[in-house]
């Protein structure tokens, strides 16, 4: 309040400046015909309207930049709102024909007999999902610890960057790697272990693997993030107590970096809950409830990508399609204010 007080009397000193030396110039000229003295307080005058000019439009400036970054602020949620309004909007048609509970509870989709039961692909996306992140977690939080505490210096800078890339790899591409590897490997050797003799290798437990892969670089960089921001003073301070190195890991770092490690997890959940391409590619594509992992099954996220084809020659099915996609928007958007709220009570217990 104080400091924009005085910057508004300073300006006023020097409008006031400036009009006195554009007064001074013209008596210089007209009255004493002096023009070195008028040239000199018209430069004055030109000085002083283009410092405020200048101070003028830098704020017009700010004060367009700060209303553009508004606009896209906003921008965002009305794509947000947008979205859901467009799926909402598409799903009416599937719901003025089928009651919400028969499309959830029931588990026979056959589009073309006007059946869109979906428990089945509900129950097969929870187990992939669940399978994958059981696999995931514990892999990549022993990785990053690794990468982070115990490996040296130069494997720590070689392996970074393969996990950044192995990040951003098209799913499509893990899809043909799995077809290539994990289906005949699972068909010919996993499944006849596990007393499978029928498996084809396309199923629920070759999408989890898949998936888990996938997942793995996205937890291992965001958990070596959190574990590189912890403060050496806190490690130096355990391990001058007498703690062990593991000890200094379990009760310091994993404290320290919690929130962290949680979004880490989340978002490798949303991305194993909503990938499409490299499941769809080896899940088997069949819409039923399995009696193995080994069988094949259907996700929601496939489910789109498998009955797209036919969207145009019938109009229910793509109403029962874009409820599907309503469904994964739903679900993901409940798991991650989940994993909002229980980040930020994590954040207040964890924190030091």
């Known amino acids: 309040m104080h400091s924009s007080a ?50 003028i439009t830098r704020k017009l400036y700010d004060a367009l930049g700060t209303r553009l970054m508004l606009f896209v602020t906003a921008s965002v949620i009305f794509l947000f709102l947008l979205l859901v309004a467009v799926l909402i ?11 919400l509970s028969d499309l959830l509870v029931s588990s026979t989709w056959k589009p073309f007999s006007g059946e869109f039961g979906l ?46 890339v192995l990040a951003g790899v098209p799913s499509v591409v893990f899809g043909l790697c799995a077809l290539l590897v994990f289906v005949p490997l699972i068909r010919d050797d996993i499944a006849p272990f596990f007393g499978s003799t029928l498996s084809s290798g396309f199923g629920l437990f070759t999408a989890s693997l898949i998936l888990s ?32 190195k593991w000890e200094t890991i379990k009760k310091v770092i994993f404290r320290a970096s919690g929130p962290g490690v ?13 990938e499409t391409i490299a499941v769809a590619m080896v899940v088997g594509n069949q819409e039923i409830i399995p009696k193995s992992l080994f069988g094949p099954g259907q996700t929601l996220a496939s489910l789109i990508a498998s009955n797209y084809t036919e969207v145009s020659s019938i109009p229910i099915l ?15 958007l409940i798991f991650n204010l989940l994993g909002y709220l229980v980040l930020r009570r994590a954040s207040k217990r964890w924190s030091y």
């Open 6 to 55: 005085q910057s508004g009397a300073s300006r006023y000193k020097l409008q006031i400046v400036g009009i006195i030396s554009l007064f001074l110039s013209f008596i210089f000229l007209f009255i004493f015909n002096n023009f070195i003295l008028f040239a000199l307080f018209l430069i004055i005058f030109i000085v002083l309207l283009a410092y405020n000019f200048i101070k």
């Open 89 to 99: 909007n598409g799903s009416l048609n599937i719901l003025s024909e089928e009651s």
């Open 119 to 164: 428990f089945a692909v509900i129950i097969d996306t929870l187990i992939v999902t669940a399978i994958s992140m059981l696999i995931a977690i514990p892999i990549s939080l022993l990785s990053a610890i690794y990468i982070a505490e115990y490996a040296p210096k130069k494997f720590n800078k070689i392996i970074r960057p393969f996990i950044d």
């Open 213 to 244: 892969i996938m997942v793995f670089p996205i937890i291992i960089s965001l958990c070596l993030e959190s574990f590189n921001a912890v403060p050496i003073a806190l490690k130096e301070a355990s391990l001058s107590l007498g703690a062990t």
């Open 262 to 274: 949680l979004a880490a997890i989340f978002l490798g959940f949303g991305r194993a809950f909503g």
């Open 318 to 332: 793509a109403s029962a399609l874009i409820f599907v996609a309503l469904i994964l928007f739903v679900v993901v």
